[in-house]
């Protein structure tokens, strides 16, 4: 069957493996371990690849892939707080550190 995700990021296939297994689509990891010979094998042959267990799947398991990706490309710059200077990731909309609110 062909991967729907392949990734060398273990951290990115095994988030996308909990969006999908959440949204009731049950997939697997196949190459987990293979990934960490990247560079000595063509990471080709030994990227992580997120399969489908239903092919019946496939469209709904791409359409919440790409809004997943879509989303982490929208999250925007991070950004600095005036009030205290923290440097803060673009999600947050108010300093952890001080409370000011992200300037608009």
Not at 5 to 20: G, K, V, W
Not at 44 to 59: F, G, I, N, Q
Request: net charge neutral.
């Amino acid at each position: 069957m062909k991967p729907v995700y392949t990734s060398l990021s273990l951290l990115e296939i095994h988030h996308l493996r909990n969006l999908l297994l959440s949204a009731g689509i049950p997939c697997r990891i196949r190459n987990e371990r293979l990934s960490t010979l990247a560079g000595e094998v063509p990471f080709t042959e030994c990227a992580m690849a997120l399969e489908l267990e239903r092919e019946s799947d496939r469209d709904r398991a791409e359409s919440l892939i790409r809004e997943m990706a879509q989303w982490s490309e929208n999250r925007g710059a991070s950004w600095r707080c005036s009030r205290c200077g923290e440097q803060l990731e673009a999600q947050f909309t108010a300093c952890w550190r001080c409370g000011a609110e992200k300037p608009s």
